[in-house]
Every structure is written in structure tokens, then in C-alpha cells.
């Protein structure tokens, strides 16, 4: 933030816009920085808490029907729960691994591959058909144009160069989990960030770049590999409730902020419905709402920088919960879930076997399965009522395992806008958005939007953001590392 005010004598007042994640962890790390006086205002449009962070209890045993898990490997998330004091919680994965399901047959899902590219043609070859694989092979011997710094939209690269195969029996179901999105829309730079990186260095194909990504993270031989991904015993909103608890501020629930406007001491939002709205002055306003809504909130007092972030789309999606019987369940394939490629006539792109795939997801009587449906611009997968979901989804299972029997509890979960989809050029977007936001006294943004989808990436760009309030509002800079201090400190 390029100006700075003299340090606050009187308590100050910042409003925090949408309580998902990344609204909470900021509004904890301001606390944390700025210590007990300061008055938080965490508003948000709906009256739950969470975002895309929701666990629902299904069959008595907690299943999280947005976010799963987060990466351990990336240390933001799995540092923020120890900070918390819930690190007893923590759980891994069972060893069982994921398999996908593409040309008619369900076989294991290549383990050693970046989102589907992989480093060699011999990783691919039990999915892909003998020509696809001689295709892949011969990536590497076809010249690669790149100029450092440049973008490419995966799918048209990689088809361009290994072929339509890997992309939709591999890149496009791995994306897809992640972004709900398809491979052919999104960015190389900003999904495959590692990638890009090596083909700016030099690496002279995909598949070399894919090598020097995966090399140095392979563990010595023999070893076994360390857990990619982490979760908690309880649910994922065990960390909404701390955060909420430990950020120890004023909840404005089921209240979307509709405008806001500069005013000569600092902030106002406009809030509520268009019938009914009231205002909010804040000395500074932390933005952590979706695109679309920093859009409409920056269009006033930062056009810049809400053209920027309409240049990020979002995809609609939905999460069914099952709990199987138990008896039903064991003749689920022993694997952690199946990714579906978008040719296979089925409607679901993902079951996650949760049972199979967390030991804590089952009980003595029930097994739970997550199935994951819509992709961007596949709006009408989702125009469907919740009946007509569950039907959707029990054929597929029973298309996929043969599996027919009644679940004992269900649940349907949809997340309309859910996930961004970081188009090419999705970074200099950013880049442009963030710009125009630093230059604003008293301002910041984080989340989803910004610097990656997943937890740990909200968390940082949510850490970040707390940091520049609290350097605006102290004069004083804030620590560099993510933890700010103890509360109340
Ligand atoms: C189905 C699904 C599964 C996922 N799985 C994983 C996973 O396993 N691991 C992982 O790391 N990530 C996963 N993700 C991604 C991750 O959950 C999200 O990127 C992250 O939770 C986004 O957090 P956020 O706070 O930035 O945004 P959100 O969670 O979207 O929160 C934004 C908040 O802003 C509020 N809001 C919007 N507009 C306004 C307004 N005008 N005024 C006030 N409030 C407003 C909303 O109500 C919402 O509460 C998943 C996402 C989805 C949808």
C-alpha cells in the first residue's frame, strides 16, 4: 500500500467483506496484529460462515461438502491449524490410491505426472491407447516455440504437441477437479505455474519441463512418499469455527455489501438489500469476496481494477454426499475415488471414495462418497432439482461399481461461482487488479481470485492482505512471516 497514515491513537475500525477462508484467516491475522482494541467487521452476503468451507454431518460422521483437504506440501494451511491449536485433528490419507475413468475403463491414475503431463510417454501408457502414447513419446523431438514470460491456454498447447488424448483422458479430469474448469480455457501460467517456469528456463519440451518439476520432489528410492494432502477429524469447518472464535470480531451476517465508496476518512459500504441497505465507515476495508463481486464493489472507486477482475470468470459446480451402508460399501473398488473423463456418458467428473480415501469417513454403519459434478460452461448439468441430482449420481455409481443400494443419509451441496478459472493472462489480470488496489489508502483484497484456488494459496494472499492493513493503520510494518504475533498481543 504506497501511503501510510500516522499510527491510529484512537481504536480503528476494519471491515472485512466475505467470510469465506480467506475473510476469516484475515480477519484473524488482524487481530493478531493489531491487537484487542481494534473493532473487525466481518460482513457477509449469506448467513453462514465458511464460503466454500462447509461439513455437513451425514450418517453421524462429519463430511466436507466444499473443500476436502488441504496441500501440506505448501505450508500456509497446515501452519494456520497448528496455530490454532488443531493440529490433534490433523489427518492423512489412507495409502489407497485414485483412478480414472476414461475410454470405457476404470484403470489407476498415473501417480507421477503435473496435473496430468507427465515426464515420460511409459507414465501414461496404462490409460492412453498405443497411438496417443507414440504421440506423447514423441513430444519432446517436435521444437517447442517460447518465449520467456509468455502465456498458453493448456489444452491448446498440449493438444498441439502430445495430442487430444492425454489432454482429455488425463489433464482435462485432473483439471477439472481443481478448477472445475477444462483444459482448453485455462492458463498454463497461472495452473502449471512450475512448468511455465521450467519452459522460461529453457527446457526444451513439455515433457522436460513436467521432468525438472517432478524430479526434484521424488523421494529417494524406497522411501515412501510423504502425504501431498492433510484434513481434519472432525471437518474442515473446525477451522472456520476457531478462526471465528480466535479473530474475535463483529459478525454482520446475511448482509451483501452492494457499493463501496471512498469518503475523506476512509472507507463506507453500502449493505444490505436493494430495499433495505445501511451503511458502514471503516478506516479500512479488506476485500475477500469472489470476482464477480470485486467487480461490482471496485467499479466506483477503482475501475482498473474491477475490469481486472471481470476478466475472471467462474464455474458452477455441485457436491453430492452418499452414506453407503457398510455392508453395501465393501464392494467399492479399493481405491480412493475415480476421476471421469468428459467423453464417458456419465454425468459426475468425480467420486471421492472418502471412506476408502480418510479412515475417520466411515463408521461402523455407514461409508461416505463424495461425487463432483459441472464444469465451466456446462451450466446445464447443474439445471437439474436435487432429486434429479441423486438419481444422476446412484446410476453412475452403480455404472462405475455396481453399486445399487439406498443410501442411509444424502446431501446436495452446490456452489454457484465457486471456483475462478484463471484464463491465459489470468496473472497480468491479477497483476493489473492488485496494482490499482495498492495505490488506495486503506485497502486490500485476497482469495480465490488472486494467486491460486486452493486453501493454502487463500490463506497467503489472506495473511498478505492483513499485513497491509495493519502497516496502513499502525504506521508500523508487520512481521514478514505468517504469524503475526498472539492475540492480544
Ligand atoms: C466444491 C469445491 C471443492 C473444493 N475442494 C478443495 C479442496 O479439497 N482443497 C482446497 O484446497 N481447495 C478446494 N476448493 C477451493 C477452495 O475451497 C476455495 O478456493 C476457497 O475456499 C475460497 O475461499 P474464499 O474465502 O477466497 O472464497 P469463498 O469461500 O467463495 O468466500 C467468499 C465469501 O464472500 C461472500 N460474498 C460474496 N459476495 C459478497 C458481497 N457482495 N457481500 C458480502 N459477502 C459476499 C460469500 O457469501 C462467501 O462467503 C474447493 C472449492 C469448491 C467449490
Known sequence: MSSTRAPLLAASRVAVVGAGISGLAAAYRLRTLLGPTAEIVLVDGSRRLG????????????????????????????????????????????????????????VPLPPRTVLGLPAAAADVAGLLSAPAVARVAAEPTTALCWEPGQDAAVGMLLRERAGDELVERLVDPLLGGVYAGRADALGLRATLPGVAAALDRGAGSLLAAASAVLSPGLPASGAPSPPAFGTLRDGLSVVVDALVAAAAVRLRLGLPVRELVRTPEGWRLVLGSAGQTEHLDADAVLLAVPAPALRRLLADPLPLASAAAGRVEVASCAVVGLALPLAAAQALPKASGVLVAASEPLSVKAFTFSGRKWAHARSAEVLLIRASLGRHGEARMLQRDDAELLDAVRADLAALTGITARPVATVV??????????????????????????????????????????????????????????EYLTGVPAPAAAHGGTIGA
Open 51 to 106: 464460503g466454500a468451507v462447509r461439513t455437513v454431518e451425514l450418517g453421524g460422521v462429519a463430511l466436507d461438502v466444499g473443500a476436502e483437504a488441504f496441500l501440506i506440501r505448501r505450508p500456509e494451511a497446515l501452519r494456520l491449524v497448528t496455530e490454532l491449536g488443531l493440529g490433534g485433528q490433523l489427518r492423512y490419507p489412507t495409502p489407497v490410491t485414485p483412478t480414472v475413468r476414461a475410454g470405457g475403463r476404470t
Open 413 to 470: 451441496a452446490r456452489w454457484g461461482g465457486g471456483l475462478p478459472q484463471y484464463a491465459p493472462g489470468h496473472l497480468d489480470a491479477v497483476a493489473a487488479l492488485e496494482r490499482e488496489v495498492a495505490a488506495a489508502a486503506g485497502l486490500a483484497v485476497a482469495g480465490a481470485t488472486l494467486h491460486g484456488v486452493g486453501l493454502p494459496a487463500c490463506i497467503a494472499t489472506a495473511d498478505a492482505a492483513a499485513r497491509r492493513i495493519a
